[in-house]
């Protein structure tokens, strides 16, 4: 059982990662910097999602110091094409329609930063979606918000509930943060 000892430093805004850290019962407060996501070409997806979430932490390299600084970084793959946030709902349209009827693999890098520590991992989860008509992703961009969210989805979503097929991996993996991995790396620090 991981026993809290270090205050805890989750550098996301993101709603999905703030919900599955509370239900991992941590203590934890939101901290935020803007940081570039840009990346060198020609890395794998694994590697670009560890590298990310690493150039994150970097950016928490003064409170991590004193804290534990959580960063993740989650991107969806498809055909080796990183499938990012949408720009807008054109965007977000053009991807899931690519998504509709095929399969993928969603990504989530992660680093854990403490004094001169830095632990980083990956997960990878495979997607299956079932064929998506015009009018559903029509409705699901103009209804829910596609455009924080890589590959223009949120599993947790409507979408999730009616396209996703079956996924071979971790579900929280898919929603931004693999919670039984990050268990396992914080209980070993």
């Not at 965007?91 to 992660?110: C, R």
Request: glycine share 4%; no cysteine.
């Amino acid at each position: 059982m991981y026993k809290q000892r270090i205050p805890i430093i989750l550098a996301s805004k993101s709603p999905r990662r703030q919900e599955l850290m509370t239900s991992m019962n941590l203590d934890f407060k939101v901290l935020l910097k803007e940081v570039d996501e840009s990346y060198p070409e020609k890395l794998l997806p694994a590697e670009i999602a560890v590298y990310i979430a690493e150039k994150k932490a970097e950016a928490f390299s003064e409170e991590s110091a004193e804290s534990m600084v959580i960063t993740a970084d989650t991107i969806v793959a498809y055909n080796n094409e990183i499938l990012g946030k949408p720009e807008d709902a054109t965007h977000a349209i053009e991807m899931l329609n690519k998504l509709s009827g095929t399969n993928h693999q969603v990504y989530t890098g992660v680093s854990i930063a403490h004094k001169d520590i830095l632990h980083s991992f990956y997960d990878v989860t495979e997607v299956f979606f079932s064929p998506l008509t015009e009018a559903q992703i029509a409705y699901y961009v103009t209804n829910y918000n596609p455009f924080d969210k890589a590959g223009a989805y949120g599993i947790q979503d409507w979408i999730g509930a009616v396209a996703v097929k079956k996924i071979i991996g971790s579900y929280t993996n898919v929603m931004g943060l693999p919670t039984e991995k990050l268990y396992t790396a914080l209980s070993g620090f």
